[in-house]
């Protein structure tokens, strides 16, 4: 963690939670992590193996969050994001006790001020935002309920601190753990292909794919800003930052290129300070 804590920009910051598993043999791996929103990924600070399938439990992510306190103060967190999983009162209370604010989505069957979700706003239509004109209580806090439609017709509820305004552009950013992971394992770095399955050194081997996964990203991100990378016909990008940075990379170490000695020096440099999103940013 301490490695990559230079890397971050100087400024108020974006933190997501998720898991990742998959299986090998006959053992189901199983890596909670919390990280940082940088440049359309989130970048992990900290995780942990679990010791089983299926969600995590209250006391494991509390000693995550509590970890990454230890030397990332709540002061620099913007909000912490995360999905239907990270919910509960115990949770909430923790969350907020250590100064954190939040933007996490509950599930359709919660209940709200004793009204349940999914029927008291079976109304809202795909693209619509209803936010309240009061705070309600949400798993025992005292919180802004934001809930919206997706294009597909689901129903997404977000307990938060945050503005209305402000709170759909966030909670999007929640999906820079989807990329994260996609290139840590089968698109990437293929994480799953490793016969390691004691939590232990699972999560070293995490570690090494992360050190790796960030500085590809940071060279990704400085050469996009040299030569940006082209889009195709649906907007997205050619390649990601991520692969655009291992590429050059590879080329520099194996060919010695010229901007070698650059790329090596930006292991230590931060990123550029993220962009702070609206609701008009976003798209489910």
Not at 6 to 25: A, F, H, I, Q, S
Not at 32 to 47: A, D, I, N, Q, R
Not at 101 to 129: F, M
Not at 252 to 257: I, P
């Amino acid at each position: 963690m301490k490695l990559l804590l230079p890397l971050l920009p100087d400024d108020k910051l974006v933190m997501t939670m998720d898991r990742t598993n998959w299986e090998y043999g006959e053992a189901d791996l199983n890596v909670l992590v919390l990280g940082v929103v940088l440049e359309g990924f989130t970048l992990p600070l900290v995780w942990t193996a679990l010791p089983h399938g299926g969600s995590s439990d209250t006391r494991t992510r509390e000693r995550l969050v509590a970890r990454l306190l230890k030397v990332l103060p709540a002061k620099q967190w913007r909000v912490l994001v995360a999905d239907r999983e990270f919910v509960g009162r115990e949770w909430f209370a923790f969350l907020r006790r250590r100064g954190v604010k939040r933007c996490l989505r509950i599930r359709g069957d919660s209940r709200v001020d004793d009204l349940r979700l999914d029927e008291g706003w079976a109304y809202v239509e795909p693209g619509q935002v209803v936010g309240l004109l009061e705070k309600a209580n949400i798993y025992g806090q005292v919180m802004q309920l934001v809930v919206t439609r997706t294009p597909e017709g689901e129903l997404l509820a977000l307990a938060t601190d945050l503005k209305i305004d402000e709170t759909r552009g966030v909670y999007h950013l929640r999906w820079s753990v989807e990329s994260t992971f996609s290139a840590q394992k089968s698109r990437g770095f293929d994480l799953e292909a490793s016969a390691m399955t004691k939590p232990a050194r699972l999560e070293r081997l995490v570690g090494v794919v992360t050190l790796a996964m960030a500085w590809c990203l940071r060279i990704g991100t400085w050469c996009h800003e040299q030569r940006p990378i082209k889009r195709k016909k649906h907007g997205r990008r050619a390649v990601s930052l991520v692969k655009y940075g291992l590429e050059r990379l590879a080329a520099a170490l194996r060919w010695g290129t010229s901007d070698r000695t650059i790329l090596l020096s930006l292991v230590m440099q931060p990123f550029p300070a993220p962009i702070q999103h609206s609701a008009q940013d976003v798209g489910y």
